[in-house]
């Protein structure tokens, strides 16, 4: 169960900054420009992908306990 909860975190810390920062660049680099608005809700999104991967490890350690 360990394993399982390393690779759900290494999964959330890759993710976020994937959605958070490169994800609106490369909308951009396509010409298709981002609101303010817009920005900071992926980045939220990217935040929000790393707290469930969190919370999913510590239920999983609840569970094998």
Known sequence: MEAISVI???IGLILAPV?????????????RD???????GI?????????LMYILTQIIRLVSN
Do not use: D
């Not at 981002?34 to 900071?40: G, H």
């Open 43 to 51: 980045r939220a999104l990217g935040i929000g992908i790393l707290l």
């Open 19 to 31: 959605v958070g920062f490169f994800y609106p660049a490369w909308r951009q680099s396509q010409g």
């Open 8 to 10: 759900l975190m290494s």
């Open 34 to 40: 981002l609101s303010e608005r817009q920005v900071y």
